[in-house]
């Protein structure tokens, strides 16, 4: 796998609308995934689901609009909504572990997560067999066993600092997205130089 890079995620997305424009509206989006469902009736295209921003919802707004005219009479969005955040932002961060088969196999993930999920981490890193040392800088003791078995099975392991809003969907695709061989949560942690 060395030396493969994801693909564009604008060239994924444009490759999106085309097999939507051509009745395949099963195909999940290629950034927002299965929070998107999209119906086309006589012209009209209708977009429902849930959005983690209103910047996500605007920009997805606008990739259809691009089509207005060219496959598409009009679009319904009414049903397109942003998500409600419980929780506040900046507070806590959480650090997730996720191990992988190798080093080019954790790049792609860790490539596939910022690009194409568009998930922000404080920190990002990936560690193998010859960096024991940088993990155990990074983790708790108490995870440091995990990651000892990855390195001695010849595995990597990415290691994903994220805001504790973020770290729910952020673990989600490690697990189902990467197929990561296992992923763990770290318990949150005051941001720095934050109180909880």
Known sequence: MK??????????TKSWWASILAGQIDDPHPIYG???????KRGMLHLTGELPSESDRKELLKEARDYVGHGIDDIDAKRLTV???????????????????????????????VK????EPKLLEIVDSHQPEKARQLLPAEFLGDVQKAFDAGEAVVILTVDETSAFKARELLDE??????????PPVPVAGKRA
């Open 34 to 40: 299965a929070d998107v469902d999209v119906t086309f």
């Open 83 to 113: 998500a409600k955040r419980k929780e506040k932002p900046g507070i806590l961060d959480q650090t997730l572990i996720a191990a992988f088969p190798n080093r080019h196999v954790a790049e792609y993930a860790s490539r596939y997560l």
């Open 3 to 12: 030396g493969v890079q994801p693909p564009d995620p604008a060239s994924r």
């Open 177 to 186: 997205e990467t197929r990561s061989l296992w992923t763990i949560g770290t």
């Open 116 to 119: 194409s999920r568009r998930v």
